[in-house]
């Protein structure tokens, strides 16, 4: 499986997430701390929760309670550990449905013909939010978590979304105050990082090169609504060995299913990418 989720990263910018105002709600925005504390299906314990969302094991007791009783997080047999609840799958299954609908279709359709992990995000708050995904079928594939999240500047999903977005929308996710390096080919330098979104704009796709994860490749395209903006973006991932030996055959199946999703949701100028 990817590594998509970095412990390091979110916990780096897991400050940057907390909107500090006076409509904020401290035990909301607590509560939400403590579900982000864990990395996928993971048990943690009292004390390694606290740790991680940096409060007392009373407060922090007090507030996995309570989201126990509406079924967000579930307490082991045993008592001592905890894990994310089914509350939180459910939830899960009603963000962008219609998005969600009207790109499965399209998703089977490349999963049958290449047998590698489709993946379907958008970007929210400056990462990459996976949405859905069909896994491969494949002994050696990769895949990341429906919910989980990546950075933007690391991944094809998210390149191919940002180099579409306005100038204005784009310029301050490119001076971030810190692009994290995932692998020695992740891009942090500001500079070749908009030269690449203007690549990606020119060809109409994006490529991860292991810049996620060693040994893993990505071909990313964006989805556009009627304005032009990008509200979604298809990947198709696997090892490098496979991905990137059919990168042209890819990136032109892909690109063409996101013009097609793209026209459906309303979008009738997107000329043909560069391929």
């Keep these: ?35 982000e504390a864990f990395q ?14 940096g409060l007392n094991k009373s407060r922090v007791f007090r ?23 089914v509350k939180l799958i459910e939830r899960a299954a009603c963000v962008r449905r219609d998005l969600r609908q009207l790109a499965l279709p399209f998703m089977q359709r ?3 013909q290449f047998n590698e992990t489709v993946n379907l995000a958008i970007l929210d708050r400056g990462e990459v939010l996976y949405i859905e995904m069909l896994e491969s079928s494949h002994p050696f594939r990769m895949a990341a978590a429906v ?5 933007w500047h690391s991944t094809a999903l998210g390149k191919a979304m940002v180099a579409y977005l306005p100038e204005e929308e784009r310029r301050p996710l490119l001076q971030a105050e810190r692009l994290v390096r995932l692998t020695e080919r992740t891009l942090t330098d500001r500079e070749r990082l908009a030269r690449e979104l203007e690549r990606v704009r020119r060809q109409g796709y994006a490529v991860d090169e292991g810049e996620t994860e060693r040994g893993a ?29 059919k990168r042209q055959e890819i990136a032109v199946a892909l690109v063409a299913t996101c013009q097609e999703l793209s026209r ?3 979008f009738h100028e997107h000329s043909a990418a560069s391929i």
């Design 1 to 35: 499986m990817f590594g998509y989720m970095k412990r390091d990263f979110i916990l780096q910018n897991k400050a940057s997430r907390v909107a500090h105002d006076r409509y904020t709600v401290e035990a909301v925005v607590r509560a939400l701390d403590l579900l």
């Design 40 to 53: 996928g299906g993971e048990e943690l314990t009292l004390t390694e929760i606290a740790e991680r969302v």
């Design 63 to 85: 507030l996995l309670h309570s989201l126990a009783v509406r079924g967000y997080v579930e307490r082991s047999a045993d008592g001592i550990r905890y894990t994310l609840g």
């Design 110 to 112: 490349l999963h049958a």
């Design 147 to 151: 919910g989980s999240r990546s950075p």
């Design 217 to 245: 490749a990505c071909i990313g395209a964006p989805i556009l609504n009627r304005e032009g903006r990008p509200v979604a973006a298809l990947s198709l991932s696997g090892p490098v060995e496979r991905i990137l030996v």
């Design 264 to 266: 459906r949701m309303g």
